[in-house]
């Protein structure tokens, strides 16, 4: 442990308000395994670039501002995200904590977190960090095969191949790879992503209250892994 006051304001003390944070890289799982968790645990998930894709949709003022960093997949300004997370984190249904997912990516995130949270006397009870070697995402990111005449005819070569390969099992129509899923892409997306991640991974890290859990097992493995650390953050 490091800071005193800042490990005590992220580690034990949050009572019984769970606030899970979910960390991992892009094809690490992230996204089923924190709706896996909501489901188990009861608490609400809570993807900022979910809240950020819904804002989009309707034609507020903060949607307008947003839109520009959203399409381009660039971040959205952290006092923004800040706002956004703390407004959610008030809601009723959050009273018994919460699952981020896409929330802190930045360490300055992670710090306003910290401190929206002590001025309610809450902390971050546990960040779980799905850990998959990164040629292992490389290959599940490549992996997805679309059907040329119908692209909800969706495979993996890995998870999910079709009965022959790069033909769709539906209608026989040949399967291509869409260009963003290429390994060019695909790593050009992981050098740009990976980086602040691991800051943040490290932050955590530095506080005492990171988890991490293997990504390469099957799904069902991964949710048991993370159920665990839960119970055991539980019992502390
Ligand atoms: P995601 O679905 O998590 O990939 O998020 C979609 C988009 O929402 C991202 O490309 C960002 O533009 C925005 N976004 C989501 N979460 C954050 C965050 N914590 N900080 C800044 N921008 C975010």
């Given at each position: 442990m490091t800071s005193e006051s800042v490990a005590g304001a992220t580690a034990r003390d949050g009572g019984t308000r769970r606030i899970i944070v979910m960390m991992g890289a892009p094809g690490a799982g992230k996204g089923t395994q924190a709706e896996r968790l909501a489901d188990e645990l009861g608490l609400p998930h809570v993807?900022?670039?979910?809240?950020?894709r819904e804002m989009l949709g309707s034609d507020s003022k903060l949607g307008?501002?947003?839109?520009?960093?959203?399409?381009?997949g660039g971040l959205v300004p952290d006092d923004i995200v800040v706002a956004m997370v703390k407004g959610r984190l008030d809601e009723p249904d959050a009273a018994g904590g919460v699952i981020l997912d896409g929330f802190p990516r930045t360490v300055a995130q992670a710090e306003a977190l910290d401190r929206?949270?002590?001025?309610?006397?809450?902390?971050?009870?546990?960040?779980?960090?799905?850990?998959?070697?990164?040629?292992?995402l490389l290959a599940r990111l490549t992996g997805r095969r679309i059907c040329t005449l119908d692209d909800q005819h969706v495979y993996h070569v890995v998870a999910m191949p079709p009965r022959k390969e790069g033909i769709c099992d539906v209608d026989g129509a040949e399967l291509y790879q869409r260009k963003d899923d290429s390994e060019?892409?695909?790593?050009?997306?992981?050098?740009?992503?990976?980086?602040?991640m691991f800051e943040v991974v490290d932050y955590y890290a530095g506080h005492d209250v990171l988890f991490p859990v293997r990504g390469?097992?099957?799904p069902d493995g991964v949710t048991a892994d993370l159920l665990r650390v839960v119970a055991v953050r539980d019992a502390a």
């Open positions: 993807s900022t670039g979910e809240l950020f307008r501002k947003v839109r520009g960093y959203v399409e381009s929206m949270l002590r001025k309610v006397g809450a902390a971050v009870t546990a960040v779980l960090y799905i850990e998959v070697p990164q040629e292992m060019k892409t695909v790593q050009g997306r992981l050098d740009q992503q990976l980086p602040p390469d097992q099957p």
